[in-house]
């Protein structure tokens, strides 16, 4: 039966679509299987323009009713003529210049929702009126409504879909801190591309890291456990094919066949009350399927997958544990990004150095990389090491530029994160931590001494990829001379370049020129390393050595092994 049918023909066990108006507003209703041949009551879902959603897949989603895996429920799809005005709390200006602005009229259109089609519905056809048994459910700013709705009527709905819902609009996450946490009565389905908004240029850009704020929020401040579900989608984009195969996932969650088939989720995806299963203190980590601990082929290691509750991206994160115990302050600790690529060496070298009486005390070493099994992830680390860029054209090798911009967030993943998950495994003297990162990895390091100066004691920066964004760290120069009398710990920096790697190698000298004056007032070392003959990737296993010395080195001890 098409989706558009409007015939009122009922065969047996068969679902029927059937298309009527309220007061002039286009509603299209499913009826589920069994409506024609019991006598019984079903729960309701209202489904936002229109039930676009719900047409993308009611044939998986009858599957879904046959095989008793969710509830039957009347699907009521609301059309709008105006979804800008009508799925909006209030107005504010377009996001992009020359679009509709929004016109804020989402409160009176969910009140008409509750007070006059609602009631029209629940006496034409055999429905579960409560709250706990109607649904709200959308996409994009359909997303949205449905959360506000929650706050607008929860006297008339109990059960929200939140896909894709539009979290970048303006005042949004502020105006939800100021209201209560939903009560355990209402239950959520949230889901999220981890693509979605990376491309933007303005505010919709915040899609990702404000729908996992809420879920913390909401998380830190005591929402029930079984009350939200979490779904992020991976690679998903916020587009409709995303949000509709979310759809019958929402379904299976917000209205289980049973109590139980949602708390055990019947395999269809990963509840957010999962994620206290890894760190209670850290809410937003996920952790991946099968993500257990794994030996990673040099000994004393090992490797963890993650999904960031901040980025909603997947990390493979690399430790190197020492054997030797830790201070009474604990160990310092180097974090590398690009960990595919540089971990095995730098855990490899570290193993031999701190083995012996006379060589480096012992450190650990964090690589912060993929779930790859190739050295580099071009999409990812052109994303997580760069700030927005507009890039024109083609890469020197021919190919398309990655999206970029994304090492604010890679920050907040690291610093929010990620710190405290290894600070609650292993004993860190936190007065002593590093980053290094090479090529792109570079410049990130570089950015986060601009930017973070609190984060780390010490910075390496390898062959940093200083022409990023026209050489914006350059231009950025002039901020040392505001920020060197307000650092409370002076920081350490060391520029390693090889002397084969033409440009970079120019540059680097450059910065490291210009970052002189500075020298005595805002760092406590700032040190050049050039290496005779070494390339833009030779170069890495030659630092390898003056690194671990000058993160790890006791002051005034000669390392003699």
Known sequence: MNFNEKEETRVNVQSYIEEREWEGRKLTIYLPPTYAISERSYPTVYVHDGGKLMGACFRYMERLFCEEKVEEVIVIGVHSACRNDEYTPWPTDAVTEGRPVFGGAGRAYVDELADAIKPWIDSVYRTKPEPAHSGLIGGSLGGLISLFGAYFRPDAFGRFGLLSASLWYEGALAQLAQWPVPPKEQTFYVSVGNREGQSKVNRQREMIPNTLALCREWRARGIHPQSLKLEIVDGGTHDFIFMAKQFPEALAWLFPHTDRDRYAQSGLGTSFANVLQLQEAIPGLVPT?????????????????????????????????????????????????????????????????????LGLPPGVIVGIGYPSEGPFVAERRFYDLTTLAKRDGLRPDGSAWPVNGGAELFLDFIEQELMP?????????????????????????????????????????????????????????????????????????????????DKIYESAQEYYRALLPYRDQAFSRLVWSEFAGEGHVSVLHPLISPMLRFLFAEAGKELRI
Do not use: C
């Not at 493979?316 to 180097?334: D, N």
């Not at 004993?427 to 609190?454: A, C, V």
């Not at 990023?468 to 409370?488: A, H």
């Open 421 to 501: 998950l290894i600070g609650q495994r292993l004993p860190i003297d936190r007065s002593r931590q590093s980053l290094f990162g090479h090529s792109l990895g570079g410049y990130f390091t570089l950015h986060t001494l601009m930017t973070r100066p609190h984060m780390f004691r010490s910075y390496i920066a390898g062959s940093p990829s200083l022409w990023w964004d026209d050489r914006l760290l350059f231009r950025r120069l002039p901020e040392w001379e505001q920020r060197k009398d307000s650092l409370e710990q002076a920081p350490e920096l060391m520029i390693m370049v090889g002397t084969k790697d």
């Open 289 to 357: 399927e099968g993500a257990a601990r794994v030996p990673y082929a040099v000994p004393g290691t090992e490797q963890i997958d993650l999904v960031s509750g901040i980025t909603g991206l997947s990390y493979r994160i690399f430790i190197h544990v020492p054997l030797k115990p830790a201070p009474p302050e604990g160990y310092p600790i180097l974090y590398a990004v690009d960990g595919n690529a540089y971990f095995g060496s730098l855990a490899e070298a570290m193993r031999l150095v701190t083995r012996h009486p």
